[in-house]
């Protein structure tokens, strides 16, 4: 073959992979709590519960006939916060420095993650003309318009959308949503649709739709909750489920209702499918990468045959659904080596063929070579294995690594040790630490050094940082009624002062046994599940 042959070749390649003309396209759909097993696409073909009997998703479905899904895709953390940090920078929560929801530790050193290179800056350093936006969730303390954003619809204006953000029209007023956009997710469809018509076939762009949905309070527009009233029910399904249209109304008290809930898993999935209609029509659907995942396991359960779920190091709490279809990726295909979402951002720095360089420090690998191959590709990582640190005051602190077939798990307060071989033992039943514990050891000397030269949290400064945050509550309550009550007449205002009084005992009292489960919690040895209840 000659040199001239060679060269025609690599560029027929090249605009395969790239697509017609130029760089790619890059659509994220980041649902909100949605398990493993919530979907209608079958995650894991050796496995029957890796798809739900009862929930539809049947773009989801096309996007997967048409691309690739990989049956351990993993979240960064069992919380969201954490997660959309890190597929953000590609980096993980414990390098970051925010491992859990509401990290007390992080919150204490006044950390800010502005100065780190996200997606969109990645993408817009290549310089071939990227529009970015994010719509939806946010990740905590900084907005998506400082992290290299073009669009982004926040709606306060100190800090990114959070969860409430999906539940109220503005948070002070706490007006409730319209009913027929449950959980924004007709106005970010909206919205996102509105971006693609204006950029599709115009100028490459990356769109992270953010979903609030399926995170609690569970809503849904009536019409679509009827429709699943009338299908045959699924096997998790009871008498609970089917309660009269007028108690399931009541979101906040039906908010484990799986009517509500297949209901919001239906309507993501028909906004996706809309986004899809407009990428086809501007011809760009063969030329963009659509990545479809989750934040962190499913709250509502069960996830399938892994074991236990949100907030939990456990497969549940940590696996999620992954599907990603695009110019080049194999059709139809399951992938089963392990994807961790701090990978996405060297992958797309990869897939756009980007020459600038690659940010410092990352932990993630580039997945183009799966995307190509799937199962005999490799991804190529700066850090061996997957670690997830969680050293949480309100949940069982573990630090995990997942490599190769094993995932071991260590107790932060104990020391105790747990093994498991996730390939086989999906569930986590089996513990192979007595029969494995030179393999145990091996996994866990990488994790120890791992986390030792990232300066990771300390579990003992969580408590201390948390004790340190309910002090700190409990002198700005006392100063906050103070300055109510400093201009009140003790007689004609006697009415509004027990009122503030009673507020401030129950914040008082509150914070007590705040106090009293910090304790608990650093004083228990427990794995899993809710934490040990005070007497």
Sequence with gaps: MTRATTLVLFILFSVCLLGREGPPNFLVIYMDDLGWADTSVRMMDSEPDSRSDFYRTPNLEKLAARGMRFSN???PAPTCTPSRKSIQFGKTPARLGYTFVHDVLAIKRGLSWAEEASLADVLKASDQNYVTAHFGKGMGKEQMKTIGYDAHDEFDGRASNGNFHGDYVDLKSRRPLPADDPKRIYSLTARSVDFLGKHAGKRPFLLMVSHYAVHVPHQATPAVIERYRKLPRGKYLTDADYLPPNQIAKARKTSAWRLQYAAMIDEVDAG???MMEVLEKSGELENTYVIYTSDNGGGLGPNGPLSWG??????GGLRVPWVVAGPGVKAGAQCDVPVVQWDLLPTLHDLSGSKAPLPKNLDGGSLRDLLLKGNAGKVIRPVEGLIFHYPCYFAPPLSVIRLGDHKLMRHLLTGERRLYDVVKDPAEETNLIRSMRSRADQLDSVMKKYLEDIGAEDVGEVYQARLEELDLF????KENFRKKTRDLDPK???AEVARLKAKLQADLERFARNRV???????SSHWAGSPPKSN
């Design 73 to 75: 895709g993993y979240a």
């Design 272 to 274: 996706m499918g809309k």
């Design 310 to 315: 949100k907030a939990q190091l456990f497969e």
């Design 474 to 477: 409990e002198v700005r309550a």
């Design 492 to 494: 004609k205002d006697a």
């Design 517 to 523: 489960e910090v304790d608990l919690n650093r004083n």
